[in-house]
């Protein structure tokens, strides 16, 4: 069976409460004991906040693209036609997975919260279960709905209760409550229990942690714990303190009353009124606010008693989160509670103020009955587990049976909105109908490709001509040329916080039809997004819109160039190396792959985050790698030869020249190269020093020298900022490429110099080792001799014919390049 899991209840601010516990533990355990059912997740795309958790929470057991979001108009007050819409469109959504049966985690969540929750607004073809909490505002509607509205909005979520095909109740009191006050038949209601995390488990911190604890908290002994799970008159704070206050003095002065819970500043004053009605001292009652799981399980486990007065519940969690630390628990003898605890002799009434009293009193004083709560404790909590309360569900679910036989050929877009139309209730305004329009659009995309967003921000803004935008131009020409299956590559950049189609951009480079405007982006779940370039000064920027796409459901993948600003901020001008630091660090928090232009530097990659771990709650991005190519033809090339071309290659094919090609910067190894030939020179070697490239950055004495240089033009060439038409004729021309560079994430020319059948003494450094292999003549070390002799035997060998070449080295097109990366992207 296909069941999906509605899990709204662990987005809302239910979240922060019981039912947000119980829904993403329970949703977790049926996804692990599912064997060969397909479980899929909804999420409401409006509540992201907590997406990015609860993916990270089901990737070691469900694919990701089984979690799937749906968008509901962005109205936290919506009017009838919007609400009603909403709850339309997410049944139509729900329907549109093909589930046998649809799990609601949690049917009481308001719009008010973001989120949307019905059962049987439309026609649909699953079955629907309901995880069936409680019925305490229709058992005390005086207290819980105060007014008409709210009134309406319960009894219409209980309506929707009674649409369901089963309640999974969390406790035999719920499922007795639903069968007596909503008249459920037997067959439709099964008690599937509840369970608590493995975090409560007895805990005892040091002395100096504890210490710490109970002094932030304001603890100076012994304790009475309370931790209610909520704050509302079920919990019975008044008759809890009063109780306390009738103690005798010495066991008020001994044991303290704790009362662990967040609280609103109303909320903590109206404690602090009961606690001074009744005469206690301001030390003996103590308010901890919210309290992190550990901090709870830490107060748990050292109090000398914990106590649970509610008149009410669905279950009482805090009751078996108690027990599992090994806390001596009393608590009422009403509702679900005496079920969780399970001791008949732990019991008090919860409405008497003497019985509270009197049972506190036994827990602290009493040795043999403390003896038999400890006991009771221990047996009692190994009772229940998500497991035993998953299998339960997904047995009841599995009695449902399969959904309707009949083929679905997708949503149907034309009923849907007759659907809407014919909403007993007017759209509130031409806004509205837009907002809905906008989530139809993103929910029912039908038979319509998703997108591949290429992020081209730089070479729209200003292509520097540079090697990594020379990679941006070719595959993003090879990416326009063929498009993967199911994909229409869409060229994006960033301008002003926002992003664009870069259709202007897009047009003129594929000679379409010009294009003026260009349009805001708009992305849905199954998009793929890739930022070709290195987007480094705009990481900030860029981050916020990085995490809503991902939050949505768009995959979210970066190129890696290399991590030489990481390993050497020398060889750039502050503060790049800044830049590139922030912007490693955000891309390595929101990225889903991060996609290395070599093996070598995934490598470096994965030890970096080894040593700089994100802080993501998932395991971190996956780290892959591909191979750039070299086809200049394939990679939007640029033209024109200059007047003294012809000149400049003739000279240059007298003699046997050496080519250099790359920005002249500190890594590249230009200094060191024209040293070891000024020496050969000197040696009287008939050779020659090819450089092309642009004048880079903390080169100025090298430039000096390479302008006023005697050989400049005799043996020496500088061939700055050519185009690549006039670079193909350079390759052709020379006879050894020199890859002299200290530093890099590829090396482009070795693919180049292959291409052109050019051989070459290349640094020995692991990335081209991993490019050239064997069909490269290699040198180490910083010293011009090192290279000078290198060269001096190269030139030796090719005298003799036996020196390594390149014509067999194995290297790609810019098409083969651009396959692997898909198969990166789309697998």
């Known amino acids: 069976m296909r069941i999906v899991i509605d899990l709204q209840g662990a987005q809302s601010e239910s979240r922060f409460r019981g039912i947000g516990r119980y829904s993403l533990s329970l949703s977790l355990a049926i996804a692990k004991l599912a064997q060969d059912h397909e479980i899929w997740i909804a999420l409401n795309g409006k509540l992201t906040e907590s997406i990015a958790s609860i993916k990270a929470a089901f990737a070691p057991l469900i694919p990701a693209n089984r979690i799937r979001i749906f968008d509901v108009p962005d109205d936290r007050a919506p009017g009838p036609w919007t609400a009603q819409a909403s709850e339309v469109l997410r049944e139509r959504f729900l329907d549109a997975l093909e589930p046998d049966v649809v799990l609601v985690s949690s049917v009481f969540e308001g719009p008010w919260a973001g989120a949307v929750t019905s059962i049987g607004a439309c026609e649909t073809r699953h079955k629907t279960a309901v995880i069936f909490y409680d019925l305490i505002p229709l058992l005390d509607p005086d207290v819980y709905l105060p007014n008409p509205a709210l009134r309406d909005y319960y009894f219409r979520k209980i309506q929707w209760l009674k649409n369901a095909d089963m309640l999974l109740a969390i406790s035999n009191s719920s499922s007795n409550e639903g069968a007596e006050h909503l008249s459920i038949p037997e067959g439709k209601i099964a008690n599937i229990s509840a369970a608590i995390g493995d975090q409560f488990k007895p805990t005892q911190l040091d002395a100096a942690a504890s210490a710490l604890l109970f002094g932030r908290l304001g603890i100076t002994g012994k304790y009475i714990l ?62 901890t606010g919210y309290v992190e799981d550990d901090e709870l399980v830490a107060l748990y486990s050292m109090a000398t008693l914990f106590v649970f007065p509610s008149t009410h519940e669905g279950f009482g969690l805090p009751v078996l989160e108690a027990m599992a630390c090994g806390a001596a628990v009393i608590g009422s003898n009403c509702s679900s509670v005496p079920e969780v605890i399970g001791m008949e002799e732990a019991l008090f009434d919860p409405f008497s103020i003497s019985s509270i009293a009197e049972k506190i009193e036994q827990g602290i004083q009493d040795d043999s009955f403390r003896e038999r709560l400890l006991e009771n404790a221990f047996e009692q909590s190994k009772r229940f587990s998500w497991d035993a309360s998953a299998t339960k569900a997904i047995a009841a679910i599995e009695s449902l049976g399969p959904r309707s036989p009949v ?10 909105i007759a659907e809407l139309v014919a909403i007993d209730a007017a759209p509130e305004s031409d806004e509205a109908m837009q907002r809905v329009a906008k989530s139809i659009a993103y929910n029912f995309k039908g038979s319509e490709r998703s997108q591949l967003l290429l992020d081209v921000s730089s070479i729209v803004h200003s292509d520097a001509k540079s090697g990594i935008q020379r990679v941006v131009r070719s595959l993003l020409h090879e990416f326009l040329n063929s498009a993967p299956a199911g994909y229409d590559v869409r060229p994006i950049y960033y301008q002003e916080g926002f992003y ?36 480094m000064h705009l990481a900030s920027q860029l981050m916020p819109l990085h995490t809503h796409m991902q939050n949505v ?49 995934a490598v470096e990659l994965r030890s970096w985050l080894a040593e700089n771990p994100p802080g993501r709650i998932d395991s971190g991005p996956v780290i892959e790698s591909f191979h750039l190519g070299a086809d200049i033809d394939n990679s939007l090339p640029s033209g024109g030869m200059p007047d003294e071309a012809a000149q400049t290659l003739d000279l240059i094919s007298q003699r046997p020249s050496f080519l250099m090609v790359s920005t002249i910067e500190p890594r590249k190894g230009h200094a060191q190269t024209l040293s070891a030939f000024e020496l050969l020179w000197e040696q009287g070697h008939e050779i020659n020093l090819v450089i092309v490239g642009k004048r880079g950055w903390l080169v100025d004495e090298l430039v000096a020298r390479l302008e006023t240089h005697p050989q400049m033009h005799k043996k020496l060439f500088w061939l700055e900022g050519i185009s690549d038409e006039y670079l193909e004729q350079v390759y052709s021309t020379c006879s050894c490429l020199i890859a002299a560079s200290e530093g890099e994430g590829f090396g482009l020319p070795l693919i180049e110099a292959a291409q052109h059948k050019v051989p070459m003494i290349i640094r020995d450094i692991p990335v081209f080792r991993e490019v050239a292999g064997m069909h490269a ?51």
């Open 226 to 287: 309370f931790a209610p799970g909520g704050f509302d008159p079920r919990k019975n704070f008044a008759r809890l303190i009063e109780a306390y206050s009738t103690l005798s003095p010495e066991l008020k002065f001994s044991h303290q009353l704790v009362i662990a819970s967040k609280l609103h500043p109303p909320q903590r004053d109206e404690l602090l009124q009961y606690a001074e009605a009744f005469g206690l001292q301001q030390s003996q009652l103590v308010l």
């Open 407 to 416: 083929a679905s050929s997708g949503i149907d877009k034309q009923s849907l």
């Open 500 to 535: 664009y189609y870069a259709e202007k951009f897009t047009s003129a480079v594929t000679s379409d039809q010009a294009v003026s405007i260009d349009s805001l982006i708009d992305v849905t779940q199954g998009d793929i997004y890739l930022s070709l370039d290195l987007n």
């Open 553 to 601: 459901g768009v995959q979210i993948n970066y190129l890696v160039y290399d991590l030489l600003l990481i390993h050497r901020p020398d060889w750039w001008h502050a503060p790049n190396p800044d830049f590139f630091r922030n912007w490693l660090e955000k891309i390595c928090l929101v990225g889903d792959r991060l996609i290395c232009i070599s093996e070598a530097v």
């Open 777 to 827: 003549a290699y040198f180490s070390g910083l010293e011009p001799r090192a290279l000078a002799r290198t060269v001096e035997s190269w030139l030796t060998q090719m005298a003799a014919v036996n020196h390594p070449t390149s014509d067999s080295m194995p290297w790609l097109t810019w098409r083969q390049s651009a396959e692997q990366l898909k198969k990166v992207l789309i697998d």
